[in-house]
């Protein structure tokens, strides 16, 4: 079993940054993609960003578009999601989840081990 674990969620105000981090316990990871997903409060769950094995390919919803960044780091196979310019409507909280295989995109059910998620709260 792979334990999947999300961190640096907070409270932050409108115009502010954060950046998540995902973590995972097992080698695995080094070889899947990686997503985002979030869920704001009464929504259903989202896909925000993913990133392949190598980094190489990224892809994000289009109401993150130029304002998140994906990436990890090859070694540990850790996730990261820089998000900038935040606004009320990104509060949620926000998943990570490592994917079956090297390249994965929006379909959450393109992956396989997910974490407890991690709260962000933008203030107006």
């Known amino acids: 079993q792979v334990r999947v674990e999300e961190s640096g969620g907070g409270l932050v105000q409108a115009g502010g940054s954060l950046r998540l981090s995902c973590t995972a316990s097992a080698r695995t990871s080094t070889n899947n993609a990686m997503g985002w997903f979030r869920r704001a409060p009464g929504k259903e769950r989202e896909f925000v960003a993913s990133?392949?094995?190598?980094?190489?390919?990224?892809s994000y919803a289009d109401s993150v578009k130029g304002r998140f960044t994906v990436s990890r780091a090859r070694a540990s196979g850790a996730s990261f999601l820089q998000m900038s310019g935040l606004k009320p409507e990104d509060t949620a909280v926000y998943y990570c989840?490592?994917?079956?295989?090297?390249?994965?995109?929006?379909?959450?059910?393109?992956?396989?081990?997910w974490g407890q998620g991690t709260q962000v709260t933008v203030s107006s």
């Open positions: 989840a490592v994917a079956r295989g090297s390249y994965a995109g929006r379909d959450s059910t393109s992956y396989t081990y």
């Open positions: 990133i392949s094995w190598n980094g190489g390919t990224t």
